[in-house]
RNA sequence: GGCGCUAUCGUCUAGGGGUUAGGACGUGAGAUUCUCAAUCUUAAAACCCGGGUUCGAUUCCCGGUAGCGCUACCA
């Protein structure tokens, strides 16, 4: 087992596209683990697959790493002692590795084409048989290989697999073999002379010294070829940790049908980084006596250990998610929530590019009596439509808000009548608000619901919603000022939607 | 097909040779409120199957089943 004494570990994603969820879990599990061994951690671009791997999602990714609370002590920007942490500056290396291995014949030429390897293979497969590699060059002569590589024929570096079985350690699932009849030489170069990635992943770990190599279990299968590139090379092999796959509800890996899955697309939709972090901590791991949930970040890194991960593929579940964010939605301080909040409000057109002092103060209210009310912060603008939005008609649409002013005596009619009579068309006073209702409540020995209802369905379109004293005084307030929706006043609202009653009626 | 990994409430999980199998999300009920959300209380809800070991297995071992992964000159 590799011990440098010091904890050395890495995140080595490739640049082809979105972060993924199942990913950030990866590099989570790797910093929490660095962060509570007083380790380093390390962040590596994987981009041998040139064909794939674009600079923009490189930038992007770094970003979003940061949004999520993270940070590395070497990377491709921040440096470190071991570079280059992009693979595509470091082709020469792995050459040179490449020919010592050949030299030291752990490896060998193989020049047999892509479609007779094809053709071997489904053959295996027809005959039942292993789909292995023959290991029909690694008999061919010295002479002949010097022979057909002097005549340019194109020819791929394989490994030789030794003779014995291949044993590893995983601190997820403990002791880990693999006999050698089911592992093929492996093609750790290719024809093109771009190596490949089982290879250069080893080179890379080692010539980073990584002690541990924390990664998703889909690459379980790799390893018995990782490691024989390690021995080949005499290189100390690392402890492994093979994190289980996150999978949607229909127990099936976690992909973009099953809705958002990379990291961007939960920050656009109102998530709090740490709520997000905080989950994914929990998706297949939990801290001694499992009765805890909400762990800010420096409980998590106090409580993790890769010794209590759970090896079994875990099922990514939003409404956990949400619950979590709403926790941390709560007791966020308030600037970060109106910060984001207005952020939303504004890209939805309802506060002004750069609001005024009085309009964000206004819209910092606004998002407290709002945000208790959603899961993520992306739900404000269409919660604030009791705000913005006032169509009488459209109230009046709804059978159960109908049937409040049909029925009966029309109690609920007199109510907003008397209402009407009393509020000011100028601002109306949360104690003046309160005083009306007194008045109604006497005059038309009116109370509770009866009372409330027909105001509140006035108002916002619905008998349920915020308390009065909290959404009268925002309503009045909202009314004076300028914004790209005009807010009515509770006067008007009261008025407008009393004459949308008399015109149904006819 | 072969190989590998996995298996506790619907979901995330704690636990572990003898437990009323614990917590959380979600769900139901109740309290509170004019109402909704929030909050509080409460209820229902799980050890995949079959063998073995054992006085006793959900726990340890073996097998089966199921799910997932790998089986590339992708990463």
Same mark, same amino acid.
Request: hydrophobic share 30%; glycine share 8%; proline share 6%.
């Given at each position: 087992m590799a011990d440098h004494g010091k904890v050395r570990v890495r995140f080595a994603?490739?640049?082809?596209?979105?972060?993924?969820?199942?990913?950030?879990?990866?590099?989570?599990?790797?910093?929490?683990?660095a962060r509570?061994?007083?380790?380093?951690?390390?962040?590596?671009?994987?981009?041998?697959?040139?064909?794939?791997?674009?600079?923009?999602?490189?930038?992007?990714?770094?970003?979003? /790493?940061?949004?999520?609370?993270?940070?590395?002590? %070497?990377?491709?920007?921040?440096?470190?002692?071991?570079?280059?942490?992009?693979?595509?500056?470091?082709?020469?290396?792995?050459r040179a590795y490449a020919a010592k291995l050949i030299q030291e014949q752990k490896a060998y030429y193989?020049?047999?084409?892509? %479609?007779? /390897?094809?053709?071997?293979?489904?053959?295996?497969?027809?005959?039942?048989?292993?789909?292995?590699?023959?290991?029909?060059?690694?008999?061919?002569?010295?002479?002949?290989?010097? #022979?057909?590589?002097?005549a340019g024929e194109p020819a791929a570096i394989r490994l030789k697999i030794p003779e014995h079985p291949i044993r590893f350690h995983d601190i997820v699932r403990g002791p880990v073999e693999f006999s050698n009849e089911v592992v093929s030489d492996p093609i750790i170069v290719r024809s093109s002379g771009m190596p490949i990635y089982n290879y250069v992943v080893v080179i890379d770990d080692a010539d980073m010294k990584i002690t541990h190599v924390i990664r998703g279990d889909d690459h379980i299968s790799n390893t018995p070829k990782q490691v024989a590139v390690y021995e080949a090379l005499g290189l100390p092999v690392p402890e492994f940790a093979h994190?289980?796959?996150?999978?949607?509800p229909d127990r099936e890996r976690l992909s973009k049908r099953h809705g958002a899955t990379s990291i961007s697309h939960f920050r656009e939709m109102g998530v709090l980084p740490e709520a997000l972090m905080n989950y994914l901590a929990l998706l297949g791991w939990a801290p001694t006596g499992g009765d805890r949930e909400i762990f800010p970040t420096a409980e998590l890194i106090k409580e993790f250990s890769l010794e209590r991960v759970t090896p079994s593929p875990a099922i990514f579940d939003n409404e956990k998610l949400n619950w979590l964010n709403r926790q941390y939605i709560k007791s966020s301080a308030p600037p970060v929530i109106h910060e984001m909040g207005t952020g939303f409000l504004r890209q939805a057109g309802l506060l002004p590019a750069s609001p005024n002092g009085h309009v964000?103060?206004?819209?910092?209210?606004?998002?407290?009596?709002?945000?208790?009310?959603?899961?993520? /912060?992306?739900?404000?603008?269409?919660?604030a439509g009791i705000i913005f939005k006032h169509d009488p008609a459209e109230f009046l649409q709804s059978a159960e808000n109908a049937e409040i002013f049909a029925n009966d005596d029309r109690k609920?009619?007199?109510?907003?009548?008397?209402?009407?009579? #009393?509020?000011?068309?100028?601002?109306?006073?949360?104690?003046?608000?309160?005083?009306?209702?007194?008045?109604?409540?006497?005059?038309?020995?009116?109370?509770?619901?009866d009372l409330f209802h027909p105001i509140r369905i006035a108002l916002i379109g619905s008998h349920s919603g915020p308390d009065f004293d909290r959404l009268i005084p925002l309503i009045e307030e909202g009314s004076h000022l300028q914004l790209p929706v005009q807010v009515k006043s509770v006067h008007e609202r009261i008025r407008e939607f009393l004459t949308a009653i008399e015109q149904r009626r006819g």
């Open positions: 994603p490739s640049p082809t596209g979105q972060l993924h969820i199942g990913n950030v879990r990866t590099a989570l599990y790797n910093w929490l683990f509570k061994t007083g380790g380093t951690f390390i962040l590596r671009i994987e981009d041998t697959d040139v064909e794939r791997s674009e600079g923009r999602y490189e930038t992007q990714l770094l970003a979003d /790493l940061k949004w999520l609370g993270l940070d590395w002590d %070497e990377g491709p920007d921040v440096g470190g002692p071991y570079p280059p942490y992009r693979q595509s500056d470091k082709m020469d290396v792995y193989c020049f047999c084409t892509a %479609e007779e /390897l094809e053709r071997e293979r489904q053959q295996a497969l027809t005959e039942q048989r292993q789909p292995i590699y023959s290991g029909k060059c690694r008999k061919l002569d010295a002479g002949e290989v010097e #022979r057909r590589r002097a994190l289980s796959t996150i999978l949607g964000s103060g206004w819209a910092n209210k606004l998002i407290d009596l709002l945000a208790p009310y959603v899961d993520r /912060l992306e739900q404000l603008p269409e919660r609920a009619i007199s109510v907003l009548w008397e209402f009407q009579k #009393r509020c000011p068309d100028s601002e109306l006073a949360p104690e003046r608000f309160k005083t009306i209702m007194n008045e109604i409540k006497t005059d038309l020995s009116v109370k509770g619901k």
